[in-house]
């Protein structure tokens, strides 16, 4: 016997693809919308994490600038000190420049040389004095120039042959004797070790030195 279906089974059949379809359909926006729930909370919690970076980031960096002003006016105030610290060292120094200068052209004034005069102006120092040659002022002006540390720039200012008269050693009458006569212009450094530079125990006179 031959069974003939006779339903519309097509129909039936198309039904249910359309169901599985819209199932799929919906699973598939289901399983989509869980995916983008979670990578929207891990995005939240990354989100979350680099604010509270960036809020600990704001933090320090407000305390740094504040030790950063904190430092800045340490600074201004060592710079302060030690700016205080040279001008007692200069006020010091330039009080015993005096004593420095004259001890100075003890030292270098060589033998054959006397000073008659020395004038200060500021730096600028002014010297007059005899000699018996000339090489004589030109050992002074080199003395001055590459020994002293506290001289520089030695400057000849005038040389001249004087006659001088002096007692003779036998008999009542004068002798007369030539000399040169010379000036020169000195200008006073302080030296790089002027703290660690001690004053002389006196003031040197200088104008007996080492007579002709």
Known sequence: MILINLLPHREEKRKQRKRAYFVALAASALVGVAIAGAWFMVLEQMTSAQQSRNQFLKTEITRLEVQIKDIATL????????????????????????????????????????????????Q?????????????????????????????????????????????????GRDQRRLNEFSMRLTLKRPQSAAAASAPDGAASVAAKKAP
Do not use: C, H
């Open 124 to 172: 600028i120092v002014l010297v007059t004095g005899m000699a018996q040659t000339n090489e004589r002022v030109s050992e002074f002006l080199r003395n001055t120039l590459y020994n002293s540390p506290w001289l520089e720039r030695p400057e000849l200012v005038e040389i001249k042959s004087v006659a001088v008269s002096s007692a003779a050693q036998s008999g009542g």
């Open 75 to 122: 600074r201004a105030e060592i710079e302060a000190l030690k700016a205080r610290q040279k001008a007692v060292e200069g006020l010091q120094t330039d009080r015993n420049m005096p004593v420095y200068l004259l001890d100075e052209l003890v030292k270098q004034t060589p033998e054959g040389v006397y000073l008659t005069s020395i004038k200060q102006n500021g």
